[in-house]
């Protein structure tokens, strides 16, 4: 069976989601994926064919005022062309987020990712993990520690740099990658049985 194809479309202002993006690459690649990194901001044709060919899309940008960044609404209304064309039906997508908050609105940054997909007639992959950090047993270094359903969220002070993106947030989001890919590993093979 060929590997699973995975774009991770995203956006980064100041690098820290870049951070978590690659986190996720580096999951889904782990887990056998076939792995593309578009930035939405530099996207270029072939950045479109690269999502067009993919099998699952995830979709990853920084909560700004309680919602993905500008550039990243840019991007997403760019893809109306496939809407009206139905170009990504039915492939997987997923999503990620970074603020400086520990709750920050991500929710309604994922909770757009979502709807975004479900415009577009995608299946949505949430995050697969029990929330973390949410007992005395617990700590900030659990997986999932932000206690997010929906897709991976990260928490970055505000006055620190990408270097400082929290270590069990990066673990999360390689969560996802792997996550994501093995679903698409599960849709390849079931199509190929209703193919055959």
């Known amino acids: 069976m060929t590997s699973p194809v995975v774009a991770i479309a995203y956006h980064s202002g100041y690098g820290h989601t870049a951070v978590v993006a690659e986190a ?3 999951g889904a690649a782990d887990a056998g994926a076939t792995v593309h990194l578009i930035k939405v901001d530099e996207i270029t044709e072939a950045g479109w064919e690269l999502l067009d060919a993919a ?27 496939r809407w009206f064309g139905r170009d990504w039906q039915d492939k997987l997508a997923a999503g990620f987020t970074n603020s400086g908050s520990k709750s920050g609105d991500k929710l309604h940054t994922l909770q757009y990712f979502q709807t975004l997909a ?59 990658g792997r996550r994501v890919t093995e679903t698409a590993r599960t849709f390849l093979a079931g199509r190929a049985a209703v193919a055959a």
């Open 55 to 81: 099998d699952a899309i995830v979709f990853g940008s920084p909560t700004y005022m309680g919602t993905a960044s500008g550039a990243f609404h840019v991007f997403a209304e760019a893809t109306s062309k």
């Open 118 to 176: 479900a415009q577009h007639a995608m299946h949505w992959v949430n995050l697969g993990l029990l929330p973390g950090w949410n007992s005395t047993t617990g700590s900030e270094n659990d997986l999932n520690r932000l206690g997010f359903f929906s897709g991976a969220a990260a928490q970055t002070n505000s006055d620190e740099g990408p270097e400082a993106v929290h270590k069990a947030d990066i673990a999360t989001a390689e969560h996802l």
């Open 24 to 26: 996720v690459r580096a």
